[in-house]
């Protein structure tokens, strides 16, 4: 068995990635993409962000480079930096510098997670410059039309001392995304994971009822990602009360009583 | 081996202490007598909870020490000790009278019926899981409360204390569950929409009228719970055939007819007339009971204030949405044409605002509004879509205001407004519930020179401070020498490319790393306003504030203080001085020159309420300090002594258990022995001198947080 290893400037998503539209959103991003305009998710985990930008990506034919955030991401780690191979030092681009050479689409995930200065970086490319300045070689790379940046970033849950700045905010397009209509997350559901409608149908009421549970000591509710994972498990032989515990009561929470309520709640639909 | 049991005499030398036989004379020679024909584990569990109580109420204790023997041998320790605690909880609420009252009805415990209490439901185990259940259920939020016995009043959910018909724990918790559940399901699905008592009334027996209506509805909201909760659908069935006889030929027919997926309580009512005459009416163990009294109060108090709040909130939103129109004409002539549409699909409620055709999201408080509504009427009624004029509400009468904490002193004494903390009761050994009366206060402000004089005096120790702290200012630093880094470290580089040519290993750290800063700290300060810090502490105090200030503000820490004090448990206060959101401004500086000397120090829900504060505010470290002028104390109450000193150890322990990091700064110099013990969970220093506090407290707070 070998894993292919893809670089992911060059690659295309081949087959077309699964996604329900909630409403206008393709036809907003399409046109964000072609009037060069950067765009901004909005929405809480799991309800279908990296799902987008993924069925975006295949939609336009472009290569997705897609960056998660995290608490020490640099500038250099998103731009570059100079490593030493054999008693040289070489420029090694990093990922956005990438994404901005092949024309593809730069997906950073969870901006707000990332340092301070990452945000400098993608000011020039946000506006109307769409430029990258790369400081240590002393060059300016121009994006080419085909360059698309998009970030992502939780409203719900980040404290307030991350919030996006308003200098950042205020040069995206911003898509807001949240949980689809039951119908449809049913929808998702089932042809995600296999199962039967109504058993997709019982998913949606057990992820309602969570969700009703967000902010009475629950951070989030069951996102439709976790049903999925739920769904999945049914499919393949697990009772839909044990597949909702593991997949879903246990990944939202730690503490012994909601996990004992979620339970409860799962235990009264199945 | 088997411990001896203890003698008579040793045992009535105990009870003679404990329940102050001189004054009370008890006859503790009888209790003692027959407390010796039980085992010595049997002796012991009785003789403590007889201490314990004792430190309550003696009554108390000696009615619990006459009971308890007998009632050992039929009831589990833990049921045994649940209604000790229970009776002490009662006496701390509602006084001698009805915990006497608690502690017989233990007598009135039939063994029969009681046999499966072993295995029963506490309502104190079941509450925290059955609360969050009932939450995630649509509709309004309903509070668990503990009461006599299982009903409703469409606000809150009554459970009673123990829960035991089945010899299975889980069966019996499910039976709570089923309870809640059915309860529930009489707010959601319309149950409470009517007068009960008004239908009641046309009947000869009301009484018998409510019952069988109340079977009707059980069957009703049963089919709908069977639609809705199939799962707990088949647990119902499965202990209702465990508990309750099956169902009258007759019934069994109405029951058809309820289970139609559109039946409303307009079926139940329509029927009401067969069943009246029906001889019998099938009860099932699950159902709870009807009260109609607090049904209509509920009812009745809530009505008009939510109409008056969502007619209000209405009208804000329109105004929001006429201001984010900007551009567009001012119309002021038609009134805005208002649709709400309720949709009740997938055990979610939800409503669709529309404006003049055009959908508005409704904010989170509007929805929860409407669905209260909707719950109350099974629609919106269109007198509730008009928003409200200008001044047509007081909204002093229609919102909860916060009370003003002084305003109810002048009248009856009551704890309405006020946030409730409890105390640990170390005689009982177990928490006091709902104790302390806590109500935060300002400080009044006094415009003065203090703050100006106060740096001037100690100009010198300032100009130290600001030095020390700035160094302390974890600023931004390049880390040479790295494994990984945004540049190469050029030094590093040459120096392995050296010793690679040399024939040495060629190191890897070649790479230079910003290091940044990151002092994440969430301090509160919590000062002793007692009246015994009346002079040069009270002025010490402030100076320390005054310093701590403007070090704080160096380093960017983010800080608030709060002043403690108190008169016996009703009233206990704390003033605020600096929030977390305050900037430190005149005003905040005029507050620390106002600090003045108050009452008693009884400290500990000044700690649970500082925990409580610092665990809202994101922060890797938090930090408690209390400035203290020595041990607890209050008016004329137990909290002098041991109880204090064990209620703050207990607070303390209970913050650090939290992850917040208490310090403790004491002016004691007597008595130093409590303080350790005390302190358990806190590090804590003693300064010996008044005047050394501006200098050190500053001083400290560098060295815990570096």
């Known amino acids: ?270 | 081996m088997a411990q001896l049991p203890h003698s008579a005499a040793d045992m009535e030398k105990s009870l003679h202490v404990w329940l102050d036989t001189e004054f009370t004379f008890f006859k503790v020679e009888e209790l003692a007598a027959e407390l010796t024909a039980l085992a010595r584990d049997e002796q012991d569990f009785i003789l403590d909870w007889i201490r314990r109580i004792a430190s309550t109420h003696i009554t108390l204790a000696w009615q619990f020490g006459r009971r308890a023997p007998a009632l050992l041998p039929r009831m589990e320790r833990r049921l045994l000790e649940a209604w000790a605690v229970h009776t002490c909880d009662v006496f701390d609420r509602t006084g001698l009278q009805n915990a006497l009252r608690v502690m017989e009805q233990v007598d009135s415990f039939d063994e029969a019926k009681h046999r499966n209490d072993a295995a029963g439901a506490l309502f104190e185990d079941i509450a925290p899981v059955l609360g969050n259940f009932v939450c995630g259920l649509s509709g309004r939020r309903l509070r668990i409360e503990e009461g006599d016995a299982a009903w409703t009043d469409g606000e809150r959910i009554v459970l009673p204390p123990l829960i035991a018909a089945l010899p299975d724990l889980d069966d019996n918790f499910q039976l709570a569950k089923i309870t809640v559940a059915l309860l529930w399901a009489q707010t959601r699905f319309g149950s409470l929409r009517i007068d009960h008592a008004a239908i009641a009334a046309d009947y000869d027996d009301p009484e018998r009228a409510l019952t069988r209506l109340y079977a009707l509805e059980t069957l009703r909201l049963t089919a709908r719970i069977a639609r809705e909760l199939p799962g707990l659908h088949r647990q119902m069935l499965r202990l209702r055939t465990q508990l309750d006889p099956a169902l009258p030929a007759t019934w069994q027919q109405i029951q058809a007819r309820l289970a139609t997926p559109d039946a409303t309580l307009d079926d139940s009512l329509a029927m009401l007339g067969t069943a009246y005459d029906e001889p019998d009416c099938p009860q099932w163990s699950d159902q709870g009971c009807l009260r109609p009294d607090a049904i209509a109060a509920a009812r009745a108090a809530r009505l008009d204030k939510e109409k008056a709040r969502l007619r209000i909130k209405l009208a804000e939103l329109l105004d929001e949405h006429k201001a984010s129109q900007t551009g567009a004409k001012s119309e002021p002539e038609a009134p805005p044409d208002l649709d709400v549409a309720p949709r009740d699909e997938n055990g979610r409620l939800d409503f669709e605002i529309t404006l003049d055709g055009a959908p508005l999201a409704p904010p989170d408080d509007v929805r929860q509004l409407l669905t209260s509504v909707y719950l109350d009427f099974g629609e919106i009624p269109p007198e509730y879509l008009t928003p409200a004029g200008d001044g047509e509400y007081d909204p002093n009468l229609v919102f909860d205001q916060p009370e003003d904490p002084d305003a109810v002193w002048q009248g009856t004494y009551h704890e309405k407004g006020a946030e409730l903390y409890p105390e640990w009761d170390h005689g009982r050994q177990h928490y006091r519930k709902n104790w302390c009366v806590m109500r935060e206060k300002p400080v009044t402000p006094a415009y003065d020179d203090f703050y100006r004089d106060t740096l001037g005096k100690h100009a010198g120790v300032v100009r130290q401070l600001r030095k020390k702290f700035e160094a302390l200012r974890d600023e931004n630093r390049l880390d040479k020498r790295q494994t990984q880094g945004d540049e190469i470290d050029l030094d590093a580089l040459i120096e392995a490319l050296a010793d690679s040519r040399d024939g040495r290993e060629m190191s890897d750290r070649l790479f230079v790393r910003m290091h940044r800063a990151e002092r994440n700290i969430a301090v509160v300060f919590l000062v002793d306003m007692s009246g015994s810090t009346k002079g040069w502490i009270n002025e010490a105090e402030r100076e320390a504030l005054v310093l701590l200030c403007e070090a704080l503000e160096l380093l960017g820490d983010r800080y608030a203080i709060y002043g403690f004090s108190g008169t016996t448990r009703k009233r206990c206060e704390l003033f605020r001085i600096k929030t977390f959101d305050d900037r430190f401004d005149d005003e905040v500086k005029a507050r620390i020159s106002g600090i003045r000397p108050q009452e008693y120090t009884r400290m500990g829900f000044a700690l649970r309420h500082m925990t409580k504060l610092l665990n809202q505010v994101e922060a890797k470290t938090r930090v408690l300090v209390t400035l203290s002028d020595g041990r607890p104390d209050d008016y004329f109450d137990v909290y002098r002594g041991v109880y204090g000193i064990e209620d703050t150890r207990m607070a303390l322990l209970e913050a650090s258990r939290t992850g917040v990091h208490p310090f403790c700064i004491t002016l004691d110099r007597e008595a130093r022995d409590y303080l350790p013990h005390m302190y358990g969970a806190a590090r804590y220093i003693i300064l010996d001198d008044v005047r050394q506090l501006p200098l050190k407290v500053t001083d400290i707070y560098r060295r815990i947080t570096t």
């Open chain 1, 1 to 270: 068995m070998n894993a292919r290893t893809l670089d992911p400037a060059q690659h295309l998503i081949e087959k077309e990635p699964y996604y329900e539209a909630v409403g206008d959103e393709i036809q907003l991003f399409e046109a964000a993409y072609r009037q060069q305009i950067p765009v901004l998710l909005k929405g809480p985990t799991g309800c279908g962000k990296t799902r987008f930008m993924e069925h975006m990506a295949w939609r336009l034919k472009r290569p997705l480079i897609t960056v998660s955030c995290h608490d020490d991401l640099t500038a250099s780690d998103l731009v570059g930096r100079y490593l030493v191979k054999g008693g040289e030092t070489v420029w090694v681009d990093g990922p956005l510098t990438r994404a901005v050479r092949c024309g593809g689409i730069c997906y950073l995930d969870e901006i707000v997670e990332a340092r301070k200065d990452t945000m400098v970086v993608i000011h020039p490319l946000a506006d109307d410059r769409r430029t990258l300045p790369m400081e240590k070689l002393g060059q300016i790379v121009e994006a080419p039309p085909e360059f698309c940046l998009a970030i992502s970033y939780n409203p719900g849950y980040q404290s307030v001392l991350k919030d996006l700045k308003q200098s950042t905010r205020q040069r995206f397009v911003a898509l807001e995304f949240d949980y689809p209509s039951a119908a449809l997350e049913r929808r998702i559901v089932a042809s995600e994971s296999g199962v039967s409608e109504a058993i997709a149908d019982n998913l949606v009421r057990f992820a309602q009822m969570t969700r009703n549970l967000k902010g009475s000591g629950l951070e989030e509710g069951a996102s439709t990602r976790l049903l999925v994972h739920a769904g999945k498990l049914i499919a393949d032989g697990v009772s839909p009360v044990t597949a909702c515990k593991s997949a879903v009561a246990q990944a939202v929470t730690d503490d012994a009583d909601m996990l004992k309520a979620i339970q409860e709640l799962s235990s009264s639909i199945f």
